[in-house]
């Protein structure tokens, strides 16, 4: 059914929608979803759900300050959610589901020189559902080198879809971030979209609240920051999704270790999977 979907007309609609001011029918939405996915509005700097004037206020709420105490260790998850898949890259080859790779050149829109850098390097893809916080932060201290936007498909990218569809991560529309750390080298960042994703957005982004997409024009398009002096704190925020989706993390070999006695029942708990 996804083939065959209009996932580009839905998207757009849905992201109007998200942006739709309708006062107790916006509302009436939000209590609705909240009730759905259990989402813990406990933990929102705002709790007061009537005070969202759109569902996309709501969706990026930010959290309470304690809601997330950061982790001392080297490496932390950037964000909420589960872990669908992590461990070695494969020379250039990343594991998405049984039977199913792709390279990290396709993943991040072509650069085959940048890929290069992360080949047996280490991988982990972390799937935000609809109730996680949908903010994004940086795992380490990092200062920006490039983004890239990569045009594609919006297929859902929940674990039954990752398991249907060949090469998802690296067909969906996505951004790609790439970092340089003066302690653990170079490491990617890649958000990637989904059916109704309405948008992504960085903090760095010269757009109207950073958004990247839309326009959504069909061709790759890459900033380069060598000369902006952009660097983020371990733990800073660095972007959002406008409705949930995907990240995809990078990094070269050498950096990091997993852990392997890691057990998927502690999947919200992400900074116990990292090491060095």
């Not at 260790?73 to 070695?88: E, K, L, N, R």
Request: proline share 5%; glycine share 8%; net charge neutral.
């Amino acid at each position: 059914m996804q083939y065959i979907l209009p996932k580009q007309a839905i998207t757009a609609i849905a992201g109007k929608l998200a942006h739709y001011q309708g006062g107790e029918l916006t509302t009436s939405v939000i209590k609705w979803f909240v009730k759905r996915y259990q989402v813990n509005m406990a933990e929102a700097a705002n709790p007061d759900i009537t005070s969202y004037t759109t569902f996309n206020e709501f969706f990026t709420r930010p959290l309470k300050i304690d809601a997330r105490p950061m982790a001392q260790a080297d490496f932390i998850c950037p964000v909420d959610g589960a872990i669908s898949q992590f461990g070695v890259i494969e020379h250039d080859q990343i594991f998405q589901a049984k039977g199913h790779s792709y390279s990290i050149t396709a993943l991040i829109g072509g650069d085959k020189a940048l890929a290069e850098k992360f080949e047996d390097g280490h991988f982990a893809c972390l799937y935000l559902s609809p109730k996680d916080y949908h903010r994004i932060h940086m795992p380490c201290d990092g200062t920006l080198k490039s983004m890239t936007y990569v045009p594609g498909a919006l297929f859902s990218v929940n674990p039954i879809t990752a398991q249907g569809v060949p090469g998802l991560f690296a067909r969906n529309e996505r951004v790609v971030c790439e970092f340089v750390s003066e302690k653990h080298g170079s490491f990617i960042m890649v958000l990637v979209g989904a059916t109704i994703v309405g948008s992504m957005a960085t903090v760095w982004h010269d757009a109207e609240n950073g958004i990247i997409n839309p326009p959504r024009t069909g061709k790759t398009k890459t900033w380069n920051y060598d000369k902006k002096n952009i660097t983020l704190k371990q733990g800073e925020e660095m972007g959002r999704f406008l409705l949930g989706s995907t990240v995809v993390m990078l990094f070269e070999k050498n950096t990091l270790q997993f852990n392997t006695d890691w057990q998927p029942a502690k999947a919200i708990k992400l900074g116990e999977l990292m090491g060095n």
